[in-house]
């Protein structure tokens, strides 16, 4: 078990909703980062946070915004949902905010956007 | 670009068998590859980082810098590693911020 935490498991909700998904990192790490896996587009990173700040944005939709709090843990929102938002969404944690760390994955938040 | 290419999106094989999933990368700096596995849409597990060169379940993969090629290689397949393999870059490695580009994947079979 990698140690990194996402809630929740599934998530079913309409077009135009708002959601928010969840991420504990593992004990230590202070980085934080977040990947979308669908059908279509495979495995994309999104976005990354280094101890509560901003580090690397990557395909992320205006829509979809990230924070880091004080204690580390880390929530994607996403607003304003499309079908095609529909995804499996991976959170990751590593020791450092510089290169040269592996990055341990989460078991994923289900989205479906009906 | 930067990108890293699987071009096998299945290979199946018998048990017993050599298994090779080829991975290409296209990076302009010293790139840090990884190799991640994931059974049945799960977390992703880490299964090797070139740098450290283990082997983990039986897995190796060795950098060929002059072919950008990152192939993992196991000498016997089990029916336990039929999974999706993933090859991956590190966009960010030393520097200051770490993304991963992932291959599409390769479904590996193992037949009984």
Redesign the interface.
Known sequence: DSGVTQTPKHLITATGQRVTLRCSPRSGDLSVYWYQQSLDQGLQFLIQYYNGEERAKGNILERFSAQQFPDLHSELNLSSLELGDSALYFCASSVAGTGGSEQYFGPGTRLTVT | AQRVTQPEKLLSVFKGAPVELKCNYSYSGSP?L?W?VQYS??????LL?H?SRESIKGFTADLNKGETSFHLKKPFAQEEDSAMY?CAL?????????????G??TLLAVQP
């Not at chain 2, 849409?41 to 880490?46: D, F, K, P, Y």
């Not at chain 2, 590190?90 to 992932?102: D, E, H, S």
């Open positions: 840090e990884f991640y849409r799960q977390r992703l597990q880490l980082r740098i993933y590190n966009q960010g490695y030393g520097g200051a911020t770490n993304k991963l580009i992932f599409t994947g």
